[in-house]
């Protein structure tokens, strides 16, 4: 069989493993959207079956053989080279860990998810310790099973690098952890700042009504051109985006005491599903039909949910959208509005955090999970170093679990590892958006008219249409020109802060 013959049944065979794990992607959406309570245990099973058919597809060896095979082949050209590699970078992962455990995670994670949203409702951890004490035992499992080789032997790889190899490939603890602690003193100095300030923005008025909100929602889903002919936006718990190409699907939330909630939130999703959205269609199903890492995802929803949807610009041409909306709501301008919608306040919830409070929240999700996953603290340690490390970075007491430990997803689907690339992601959106202001010069013009064209063109060019050619590093460098660095995100923020406030 030629060479050609043998890498277009390669693509066959991923293209399969690929419409699996989409399948995988209905089911927990409509989990977290649609399924009624009783479904859970269920749910829970299907999953872990999907998960263990995946895992023999991968590892079967008419796959793995030819993936093997084509690793080492010498008429491959770039780009079959680079889906070569992606595809044996998965298959590694996957040949390490054994099926069985691969299937009971995808199975408890789906049950926890569950438990989870019930104990929030209930703000107790004691009801959801149980749920994360097996998830974590199993992630600790799957993590010393990555980074073991074939015999054995443990490499130098943490447990925790091993998990968040996963969500920024080839990105470790020791390059991260200096990058993002080294964004504290500044990010805590314009925080302090700030607080003494005798410049206070005022709160919106309510109530706001559900409907209104999720209206005014859709217009601005409209304006920043997400298709819904290939999209979907619901309510859930917690925002999430999930699916990809035509079939992205997004949640958002609503509080009728904040509009503001709501709005960002489906901003943030927005962005994610725009990325998408716009992966080549012609590598759809295929190892570069899919994005680069979430680091770079997150800077897309972050982008757009700050820079573009958070600016002076922006707000002139929201303010009176959100008027016909609501009619008067405390934002008679839109300098009001910009004031509004950037009001930095310290508070418990991550998701609701302005700018200059987001990036202290994931440091210490990052440093909590880091020493779970490490084995230095236990779950039933877990509400407690939560709740003192918060007052240690904020200040305040955490009333309650649902503001404390139970706040966030994650760690009850087994995200371990995902939360920092929350923070890198507003480094790398930062870095963006300067190159994007280079490029379009008449950028602020047209956000004022409620145009999103020119930023959505720039974003396919620089960042969607490249799908996973280049990795993220290597990404960052070709659209911005410049090494990854914090300094563009603190920077701006130090501008648009000390302005707003009068530092």
């Not at 206070?200 to 409907?211: H, I, M, N």
């Not at 929201?318 to 909306?325: K, N, R, T, V």
């Not at 309650?400 to 139970?406: E, H, S, Y």
Request: some cysteine; charged content about 25%.
């Amino acid at each position: 069989m030629t060479f050609q013959n043998r890498y277009a049944d390669f693509l066959s065979r991923y293209q399969r493993l690929s419409a699996l794990r989409q399948v995988g992607g209905i089911l927990s959406w409509d989990q977290e959207t649609m399924m009624p309570p009783k479904g859970a245990t269920a749910r829970a099973v299907q999953m872990g079956s999907l998960e263990h058919v995946l895992h023999g597809l991968e590892t079967d060896p008419a796959y793995s053989d030819l993936v093997d095979d084509l690793a080492n082949h010498d008429e491959a050209d770039a780009q079959q080279k680079r889906s070569v590699a992606l595809a044996k970078r998965s298959l590694d992962r996957t040949r390490k860990v054994p099926a069985d455990l691969a299937a009971e995670l995808a199975k408890q994670t789906a049950l926890g998810q569950g438990v989870w949203a019930q104990a929030r409702a209930a703000a107790s951890f004691a009801d959801f310790a149980p749920a994360l004490e097996i998830i974590v035992k199993l992630k600790r499992e799957e993590a010393d099973a990555i980074r073991s080789g074939r015999d054995g032997d443990v490499a130098p790889l943490s447990r925790y690098d091993a998990l968040l190899n996963d969500f920024e490939p080839g990105m470790t603890s020791a390059v991260l952890g200096p990058l993002l602690e080294g964004m504290r003193p500044r990010l805590s100095k314009l925080r302090a700042k700030i607080a003494d300030s005798c410049i206070k923005a005022k709160e919106l008025v309510g109530p706001f009504d559900t409907q209104k909100q999720m209206t005014l929602s859709r217009r601005v889903a409209d304006t920043l051109h997400y298709d819904f002919n290939a999209g979907r936006l619901d309510l859930s718990v917690h925002p999430f985006s999930s699916g990809t190409g035509g079939d992205a699907r997004i949640t958002t939330r609503v509080d009728e005491a904040d509009p503001m909630g709501c709005l960002y939130s489906t901003i943030h999703e927005i962005g994610h599903a725009l990325y998408e959205q716009g992966l080549p269609e012609n590598w759809s199903m295929q190892p570069l039909g899919h994005h680069v890492s979430m680091g770079v995802h997150e800077s897309q929803s972050r982008l757009w949910e700050n820079q573009i949807g958070r600016s002076q610009a922006f707000c002139r041409w929201l303010q009176p959208q959100a008027e016909i909306s609501f009619g008067s709501f405390g934002a008679p301008t839109a300098e009001a509005l910009y004031a509004a919608v950037n009001r930095v306040e310290t508070g418990f919830i991550r998701t609701e955090a302005d700018e200059v409070h987001y990036n202290l929240h994931v440091l210490l999700r990052f440093e909590l999970e880091q020493k779970l996953i490490e084995g230095e603290i236990d779950v039933a340690d877990l509400e407690a170093e939560w709740n003192a490390t918060f007052e240690r970075d904020f200040g305040l007491a955490v009333p309650d679990a649902a503001k404390g430990v139970l706040q966030d997803v994650h760690w009850s689907c087994g995200l371990f590892g995902y939360f920092p690339t929350y923070a890198l992601g507003n480094i790398y959106a930062a870095q963006l958006f300067a190159a994007l202001k280079r490029d379009v010069p008449e950028l602020h013009a047209q956000l004022a008219d409620g145009d999103c064209t020119a930023v959505l063109a720039w974003l396919r060019s620089a960042v969607h249409q490249k799908g996973r050619l280049l990795e993220a590093t290597d990404l960052m460098q070709e659209a911005c020109g410049a090494a990854v660095s914090s300094a563009p995100l603190l920077d701006s923020l130090e501008d648009k802060f000390g302005a707003l406030y009068d530092l």
